[in-house]
């Protein structure tokens, strides 16, 4: 079988590749359609506000957070990206006096320079931006010990076996544009995918890696957190792979609109729905977790039209 070239990138699998019918299908999708598209093992949710949004994904680290215990620690895996609900963490933390001695945290990703992951002093560090926004903010006699905070920085294996050692109840994620869940992106175009894109069983077996980043990422993130600066921005990163993310209890990805557009969040949530795992559209192989939540800001969902500016 002969698959068309990516529109976006040519050396690399991604969702222009796919049969036009599916991608015609999810552009489609009004607010309604989604909602049916829940079943079992898969819900969609809407927000009205921006606040009910960012409370409700702050309440997860809360709701995981308060079931560790010394005989069973746990806790939840978090992006940067979105970002607003960490400092309303920290926030509820202290108002409730919650004591996180024995509670953990896993970071998803990491940007990688020079073949390793970069420090806290790199501006775009994703552990500095989770310790800036939430773990600083904690008063210190309730914060986690530091041992069970973990990055995928320094040793990626003591990283994926951290996930065998603790419970990860909640796995949160944002959606990129080029429809990731941490840095989960396509793969390129070459040796043993050259011809076909990866299996979804050859996608499933990847673990916690050093991966190159498709250019829509990079591109993406240059604009979100760089104000376009491309060269800021690696080429590279580490990240969460699907093994450590089939071991987390439920997988928790939010939409709030401006990540991701309109037509991206249809289509993950479509593939997701109708069970139409695809490694093209990382995102898409969630549909094969036995319990995964969207979650979407109504604002922000948008519509799939012809609008000339």
Sequence with gaps: MKFPESKLAPAWWDYTTLDAAILEDAARLGEKDLLQLSRPGFRVEFFDTVEEFYTAQALEYIEAWKRATPSSPAGICGPIG????????????????????????????????????????????????DRDLCFDRLRPELRPNEANLHFPTGDLGAYSRSYDEARCLVM??????????????????????????????????????????????????????????????????????????????????????????????????????????????????????????FHFLRPGFGSVRVEMH
Excluded at 84 to 92: G, I, K
Excluded at 101 to 113: C, I, N, P, S
Excluded at 242 to 268: C, Q, Y
């Design 172 to 293: 949160q994620g944002g959606q990129g544009e080029i429809k990731h869940w941490a840095f989960n992106d396509p793969l390129p175009r070459e040796g043993r995918w050259k011809d076909a894109p990866p299996t979804v069983e050859a996608y499933r077996e990847l673990g916690t890696r050093i991966v190159r980043l498709h250019p829509v990422t990079i591109i993406q993130n240059a604009r979100t957190s760089g104000g376009g600066n491309v060269n800021l921005v690696p080429t590279e990163a580490a990240t969460v792979g699907p093994r450590e993310t089939w071991k987390a209890e439920r997988v928790s990805i939010w939409h709030p609109g401006h990540h991701d557009n309109p037509f991206g969040m249809r289509l993950t949530a479509f593939m997701v729905g109708k069970r139409l795992a695809d490694a093209r559209v990382p995102m898409s192989l969630l549909a094969d977790h036995p319990d995964v939540r």
């Design 82 to 129: 979105p970002t607003e609900q960490l400092p309303l963490v920290a926030r509820m933390v202290n108002a409730l006096d919650l004591d996180l001695r024995h509670a953990h945290f896993w970071g998803m990703d990491e940007w990688v320079q020079d073949g390793e992951p970069v420090g806290p002093q790199h501006p775009l560090s994703f552990a500095k931006c």
